[in-house]
């Protein structure tokens, strides 16, 4: 069993920078794909990264690619999504999820672009 926190979220302008942060519980942290999604009002939740057990293998959507940057430390049993240039349609609830099969989520945390 694995238990997510996200943390990080809130409001900045167009431009800016925030990191967000999923802090996991349990022992086998490092043993699970970690993944962000986000849902805007109105929308599904959308993919936007993942990383593999080891941090070297990392994966975006094409919306972020360039802009937000995913990593874990295995040794703290957290995930971070770093997200550079924030523009008006990053705004949306974002998650957090443990395993290939999404096995795990958080609660989320909202994050808010002003333009």
């Known amino acids: 069993q694995v238990q997510l926190v996200e943390s990080g979220g809130g409001l900045v302008q167009a431009g800016g920078s925030l990191r967000l942060s999923c802090a996991a519980s349990?022992?086998?942290?490092?043993?699970?794909?970690m993944k962000w999604f986000r849902q805007a009002p109105g929308k599904e939740r959308e993919f936007v990264a993942g990383?593999?057990?080891?941090?070297?293998?990392?994966y975006y959507a094409d919306a972020v690619k360039g802009r937000f940057t995913i990593s874990r430390d295995n040794a703290k049993n957290t995930a971070y999504l770093q997200m550079n240039s924030l523009k008006s349609e990053d705004t949306a609830v974002y998650y957090c999820?443990?395993?290939?099969?999404?096995?795990?989520w958080g609660q989320g945390t909202q994050v808010t672009v002003s333009s």
């Open positions: 349990g022992r086998t942290f490092s043993s699970y794909i």
């Open positions: 990383i593999g057990v080891g941090g070297r293998i990392t």
């Open positions: 999820s443990a395993g290939e099969g999404n096995s795990y």
